[in-house]
């Protein structure tokens, strides 16, 4: 069982805590990460949320206080609308009193009045009209307010991304089998990709050598007999296999093989 141990974020070693040839338990710590650049992205990167968050915020409170603007104003129109047909009204009867009694001073002067007041009337739900349709300009539509949240999309993301980054380079790496170190490219000081190969990691489970003997040295062997290798510096105990089957005294080598103890 081979596993390559790769590095889950881009940053800095600040520890590497093993050796080629070197064994090792599952669970021991391999890695560590200087982790100085990614706080810096997950602190730009919650500085951003946090600004969008705010300005979200304080577009609904905005919405909010235009909504009430306009609700206000709706009714003040509303309520201008009634009076200014009111006012029409009376004009119309007062127009068609006068035409019946055209020399009535009093329905002349009520019929200037009445106009007067119309005109007021009109006047104030122009201006009623203008207050209503600014207030609604400022009322943010339910697709407005799903826009506001999608803005958000992508801050949100990035600040997750850039949380569990810290966090994996907080923890370092840690020998996800037990086994022997057969090879390592990680460099103290030296900055790992994210998904690169660290080192590789081969399971002591199983695992075994070949090795060819001469005649001379096949007499001094046998199966079942205890062995031991080194390499690379380190010594592993095991136990001979198989001797091949073609071993024989007419033959220059022959192969036997070791099964290593866990």
């Known amino acids: 069982n ?9 940053a800095p070693l600040s520890a590497v805590n093993v050796q080629a040839g ?24 919650s500085a951003t949320w946090q600004s969008g968050q705010l300005q979200k915020e304080k577009s609904l409170s905005a919405s909010s206080d235009a909504q009430v603007k306009f609700n206000d104003a709706a009714t003040n129109l509303n309520n201008l609308a009634v009076q200014r047909d009111n006012a029409a009204a009376a004009v119309s009867s007062l127009t068609a009193q006068l035409a019946a009694d055209p020399n009535n001073a009093d329905l002349k002067a009520a019929l200037e009045a009445a106009q007067a007041d119309l005109t007021a009337q009109q006047t104030a739900l122009t201006t009623a009209k203008a207050t209503y349709d600014a207030a609604e300009q400022g009322v943010l539509s339910e697709n407005d307010k799903k826009l506001l949240d999608l ?32 090879s390592l490219t990680a ?26 003997l001469s005649r001379y ?46």
């Open 2 to 10: 081979t596993v390559n141990v790769l590095s889950p974020v881009t």
């Open 217 to 262: 040295d096949l007499e001094k062997v046998a199966v079942g007999q205890t062995a031991q290798i080194t390499t690379l510096g380190n010594t592993y105990d095991g136990v001979l296999e198989s001797i091949d089957a073609m071993a024989t005294s007419s033959v220059s080598s022959a192969v036997q093989r070791i099964f290593f103890s866990s």
């Open 151 to 182: 803005s958000q999309v992508t801050a949100s993301v990035t600040l997750e991304s850039a949380k569990e980054d810290l966090d994996a380079g907080k923890a370092g790496v840690s020998a996800p089998i037990s086994g022997v170190v057969t």
């Open 22 to 45: 070197q064994k090792v338990k599952q669970g021991d710590a391999l890695f560590a990460f200087d982790t100085t650049s990614l706080q810096r992205v997950y602190r730009q990167a």
């Open 187 to 212: 460099v103290q000081g030296g900055t790992a990709a994210a998904y690169g190969t660290l080192c590789t990691i081969e399971s002591m489970d199983d695992v075994y050598v070949d090795i060819a």
